[in-house]
């Protein structure tokens, strides 16, 4: 019985080594000892642009500049004119085995891609490699270090207990505001603004004339305060306040009394006109180029249409007030600890059979990294480079220190909503990332979207609307499905040497029990 019990002892010793090398063997990325450039690939990359030729022209210039150093790589490039439609292709496409090979994405969405058996390539190895690495000796082009990355920036892109994903470009939400009007409503802006202000001078506009004309525009139509992404607007809101939105496992926290209470205050002012969101109203930026809106947030990567100047005004001509543009900080709750959103998109490498292709996929995604790339495309809008290389690049300062030379490259809008993220990239926050933080994101937005339909309907928003409120978005997004342990960061379901171990050490125990219980039978049997 000895002998048996040590045999099955040396058994789970030897499934516990072989079990948890296998695990990592298989979540990891087996780096090639040196890249093959006698072949000759092809790549795909999924990218995103916001109808802006400037980036296309962009991505197409790094594909030929990158294709000159790497001959042998062929980039194909596939243009989305949403993040949404990527992950959904890519969704799709995971099935099929078919996806992308470097693919323009959110953290959120890759946690979700990675439900599948690794999907996604892990980074880590990649990063530290002395030669194919960052800033590794066999690199044909001048890319950043690790540790030129913008550690918050990188820090992102981490869940899972690994690296999944370099970031590309960052933004941050910034409310473009109509001084104009602010001041000839008697106000006048404060250094932050505070949701109580905008609330305030949200209300003052609404005033009218005999004739239904605004007095502040002159015009029918004002909506004094629009919010683009609701969800930002409730993870914001709820972030400022300490108050519960999830936990790093996926524990669903939002349905709470803050953030009853914020939906309170949002139909309070949705009932006067004083404010509607993108989905309801229209894009924030048409009405404050038409004088309309006096509060128009959105992202800092949307500054190219933001003001009565800007290169990209989606309203004819005949539209437009002329105005002053403030770029400021989204409201807050505690002007002295201001807290906003980082948001922005990241770059990730699927995994394929081929160890070779991920390697030249990996090459080329550095390759976004590189000055060139960077610098160009924040240029494009009010996003900033990831990498403190390019941040602090001579050319970099040159293009902020020339704000306001012209209306296009060096429009002031865009450059003061780069310098508002430059400013303020200590004080930025990214939510968890779990599989089924996309659907919590979507459900946050939802709750606002819900009550400002419900007040322009003429519905009631109380206590009992609310609770049904928050059980039909908990049901719509499945959140009672989401639990801690599948929204677990550092530890997922146990692979298939895990379950064997932990089965050889059941028989193991109850071996040696049973081995135990015989001895001490025989034990008393000859005491008698």
């Given at each position: 019985?000895?002998?048996?019990?040590?045999?099955?002892?040396?058994?789970?010793?030897?499934?516990?080594?072989?079990?948890?090398?296998?695990?990592?063997?298989?979540?990891?990325?087996?780096?090639?000892?040196?890249?093959?450039?006698?072949?000759?690939?092809?790549?795909?990359?999924?990218?995103?642009?916001?109808?802006?030729?400037?980036?296309?022209?962009?991505?197409?210039?790094a594909?030929?500049?990158?294709?000159?150093?790497?001959?042998?790589?062929?980039?194909?490039?596939?243009?989305?004119?949403?993040?949404?439609?990527?992950?959904?292709?890519?969704?799709?496409?995971?099935?099929?085995?078919?996806?992308?090979?470097?693919?323009?994405?959110?953290?959120?969405?890759?946690?979700?891609y990675?439900?599948?058996?690794?999907?996604?390539?892990?980074?880590?190895?990649?990063?530290?490699?002395?030669?194919?690495?960052?800033?590794?000796?066999?690199?044909?082009?001048?890319?950043?270090?690790?540790?030129?990355?913008?550690?918050?920036?990188?820090?992102?892109?981490?869940?899972?207990?690994?690296?999944?994903a370099?970031?590309?470009?960052?933004?941050?939400?910034?409310c473009?505001?109509?001084?104009?009007?602010?001041?000839k409503?008697?106000?006048?802006?404060?250094?932050?603004?505070?949701?109580?202000?905008?609330?305030?001078?949200?209300?003052?506009?609404?005033?009218q004339?005999?004739?239904?004309?605004?007095?502040?525009?002159?015009?029918?139509?004002?909506?004094?305060?629009?919010?683009?992404?609701?969800?930002?607007?409730?993870?914001q809101?709820?972030?400022?306040?300490?108050?519960?939105?999830?936990?790093?496992?996926?524990?669903?926290?939002?349905?709470n009394?803050?953030?009853?209470?914020?939906?309170?205050?949002?139909?309070?002012?949705?009932?006067?006109?004083?404010?509607?969101?993108?989905?309801?109203a229209?894009?924030?930026?048409?009405?404050?180029?038409?004088?309309?809106?006096?509060?128009?947030?959105?992202?800092?990567?949307?500054?190219?249409?933001?003001?009565?100047?800007?290169?990209?005004?989606?309203?004819?001509?005949?539209?437009?007030?002329?105005?002053?543009?403030?770029?400021?900080?989204?409201?807050?709750?505690?002007?002295?600890?201001?807290?906003?959103?980082?948001?922005?998109?990241?770059?990730?490498?699927?995994?394929?059979?081929?160890?070779?292709?991920v390697?030249?996929?990996?090459?080329?995604?550095?390759?976004?990294?590189?000055?060139?790339?960077?610098?160009?495309?924040?240029?494009?809008?009010?996003?900033?480079?990831?990498?403190?290389?390019?941040?602090?690049?001579?050319?970099?300062?040159?293009?902020?220190?020339r704000?306001?030379?012209?209306?296009?490259?060096?429009?002031?809008?865009?450059?003061?909503?780069a310098?508002?993220?430059?400013?303020?990239?200590?004080n930025?926050?990214?939510?968890?990332?779990?599989?089924?933080?996309?659907?919590?994101?979507?459900?946050?937005?939802?709750?606002?979207?819900?009550?400002?339909?419900?007040?322009?309907?003429?519905?009631?928003?109380?206590?009992?609307?609310?609770?049904?409120?928050?059980?039909?978005?908990?049901a719509?997004?499945?959140?009672?499905?989401?639990?801690?342990?599948e929204?677990?960061?550092?530890?997922?379901?146990?692979?298939?040497?895990?379950?064997?171990?932990?089965?050889?050490?059941?028989?193991?125990?109850?071996?040696?029990?049973?081995y135990?219980?015989?001895?001490r039978?025989?034990?008393?049997?000859?005491?008698?």
């Amino acid at each position: 019985m000895k002998k048996y019990a040590a045999f099955l002892l040396s058994v789970v010793l030897l499934l516990a080594l072989t079990g948890c090398h296998g695990s990592r063997e298989k979540a990891a990325f087996v780096i090639p000892s040196g890249f093959d450039t006698a072949r000759d690939y092809e790549i795909t990359f999924w990218a995103k642009n916001d109808t802006n030729m400037a980036q296309v022209n962009i991505y197409k210039q790094a594909i030929a500049d990158f294709q000159a150093l790497y001959p042998n790589i062929t980039v194909n490039l596939r243009l989305y004119t949403d993040y949404g439609k990527i992950y959904n292709d890519v969704i799709t496409n995971i099935a099929t085995d078919t996806t992308p090979n470097v693919c323009i994405t959110y953290p959120d969405h890759i946690a979700t891609y990675l439900t599948g058996a690794d999907t996604v390539v892990p980074l880590d190895d990649l990063f530290a490699d002395p030669r194919y690495g960052l800033g590794g000796s066999e690199v044909r082009f001048d890319g950043p270090t690790q540790e030129e990355i913008i550690p918050k920036f990188l820090q992102e892109c981490r869940f899972n207990g690994s690296c999944y994903a370099v970031p590309f470009m960052r933004s941050t939400e910034a409310c473009y505001v109509n001084k104009t009007y602010v001041e000839k409503l008697g106000y006048t802006l404060p250094e932050t603004l505070t949701w109580d202000f905008v609330w305030e001078v949200s209300e003052a506009a609404m005033a009218q004339s005999s004739d239904g004309t605004y007095l502040v525009n002159g015009q029918k139509v004002l909506i004094p305060f629009i919010y683009k992404s609701t969800d930002n607007m409730m993870i914001q809101m709820l972030r400022q306040l300490d108050a519960g939105y999830s936990t790093a496992r996926g524990d669903i926290q939002i349905f709470n009394d803050t953030t009853r209470s914020l939906l309170y205050t949002i139909a309070q002012h949705t009932a006067t006109g004083a404010f509607n969101t993108f989905k309801l109203a229209g894009y924030p930026a048409n009405f404050l180029n038409a004088g309309q809106c006096i509060f128009a947030i959105d992202s800092t990567a949307g500054a190219t249409w933001m003001g009565s100047d800007a290169p990209l005004v989606d309203i004819a001509e005949e539209k437009l007030v002329p105005f002053e543009t403030a770029v400021m900080t989204i409201p807050q709750f505690d002007p002295e600890n201001p807290k906003m959103i980082s948001q922005g998109p990241s770059v990730c490498i699927f995994q394929k059979e081929d160890p070779q292709e991920v390697l030249a996929s990996w090459l080329f995604t550095q390759y976004l990294l590189t000055n060139s790339v960077q610098i160009a495309y924040s240029q494009t809008e009010g996003y900033v480079p990831v990498t403190s290389k390019a941040q602090s690049s001579a050319e970099y300062q040159d293009y902020l220190s020339r704000r306001g030379e012209d209306d296009d490259t060096y429009y002031s809008v865009k450059i003061d909503a780069a310098r508002l993220l430059l400013d303020n990239t200590d004080n930025t926050f990214v939510t968890s990332v779990f599989n089924g933080s996309t659907s919590l994101r979507n459900a946050a937005g939802q709750l606002i979207e819900d009550v400002n339909k419900s007040v322009r309907r003429g519905q009631t928003v109380d206590d009992a609307y609310l609770d049904d409120l928050f059980e039909e978005v908990s049901a719509l997004y499945r959140l009672d499905q989401i639990t801690a342990s599948e929204g677990e960061t550092e530890l997922g379901p146990l692979p298939g040497a895990s379950k064997a171990l932990l089965a050889a050490l059941a028989v193991c125990w109850a071996a040696m029990g049973i081995y135990a219980l015989a001895e001490r039978r025989k034990k008393r049997k000859q005491a008698a």
